[in-house]
């Protein structure tokens, strides 16, 4: 009687081996297929950025392209304000003020010396970024400032919004 179970049994090991052999792959596949859908790297740019020694920042406005910021240096502070219209994100221009002055912001002291202007569709904006004319819902972003631990660059953080009355200072 024995004999005649074996066939029987050897089969049903066989079925269920094979069928755990298929659950298994499925699995793995289906965990490779669903990781897939994770990259592996995030291709985010960078928020923070070095922007070069403080001494390549003579005193006044200095435009960097890449960044389309407008960094300024007055003495040993320094302060970043976005060249990227509110509008529609067109890049403004700085426009030198014939008569720089001297204003609040934020309740800090800050030195006006230029405006700004808008080429796609006429936005102004005062030399602490206020909008003041023109379809611009808001104000230019101010961004933080810091110097690098490792060489001393300074460096913008465009993520990292901050009020008017940021300054950073050189010590
Ligand atoms: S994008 Fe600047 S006014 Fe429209």
Known sequence: MSDEKQPTDRRDFLLKLGAGAGVAAITVQAGASLRSLVPNVSYDAPTT???GPPNDFPDGL?????????????GNTFHAISAVCTHLGCTVRA???????????????????????????GSEYKGDGTNVAGPAPKPL???????????????????????????????
């Not at 913008?156 to 950073?168: G, H, Q, S, T």
């Open 62 to 74: 200095k435009f960097l392209p890449d960044e389309r910021v407008l960094v300024f240096r007055e």
């Open 95 to 121: 426009e030198a003020l014939p008569n720089p002055q001297t204003t609040e912001a934020a309740g800090a002291p800050l030195r006006l010396t230029h405006r700004f202007l808008c080429p796609c569709h």
């Open 141 to 171: 972003a101010w961004f933080r400032l810091s110097f690098a631990a490792d060489d001393g660059q300074l460096v913008i953080d465009l993520a990292d919004e901050v009020d008017r009355d940021f300054r950073l200072t050189l010590g």
């Open 49 to 51: 950025v070095k922007l």
